[in-house]
């Protein structure tokens, strides 16, 4: 059974920085692209930042770029999102997600499995 378990949110100060970490079990970790994806209230799903099989290709949303930073430890089976300068938009549930090896192109729709979320808020 896959489970990705993510830690890491709470209530931070605009400006301030927050780093998440998601611990994965039951799949082969290096098989798999990874992904951090966020849902603010009332808003869809986006894709955050992803991660390829070996690290050598990330990419970001425009609206975290230079503000964000993923990695993977292959050998932990973590995956983690350090978040610096937040801002009250930044506000939402935070997803860990495992796509397909073949691609850092992670959508809602090609995700495997999923986490079950931590909570961002940046207050203002």
């Known amino acids: 059974q896959v489970q990705l378990i993510e830690s890491g949110g709470r209530t931070v100060q605009t400006g301030g920085s927050l780093t998440l970490s998601c611990q994965a079990s039951g799949l082969i970790f290096s098989d798999n692209s990874l992904g951090w994806f966020r849902q603010a209230p009332g808003k869809g799903r986006e894709l955050v930042s992803a991660?390829?099989?070996?690290?050598?290709?990330?990419r970001y949303a425009p609206s975290v770029k230079g503000r964000f930073t993923i990695s993977r430890d292959n050998n932990l089976n973590t995956v983690t999102l350090h978040m610096n300068n937040l801002q009250p938009e930044d506000t939402a549930v935070y997803y860990c997600?495992?796509?397909?090896?073949?691609?850092?192109?992670?959508?809602?729709?090609?995700?495997?499995?999923w986490g079950q979320g931590t909570q961002v808020t940046v207050s203002s």
């Open positions: 991660i390829s099989w070996h690290s050598t290709t990330t």
């Open positions: 997600a495992a796509g397909p090896k073949s691609t850092v192109v992670l959508t809602t729709t090609n995700i495997e499995h």
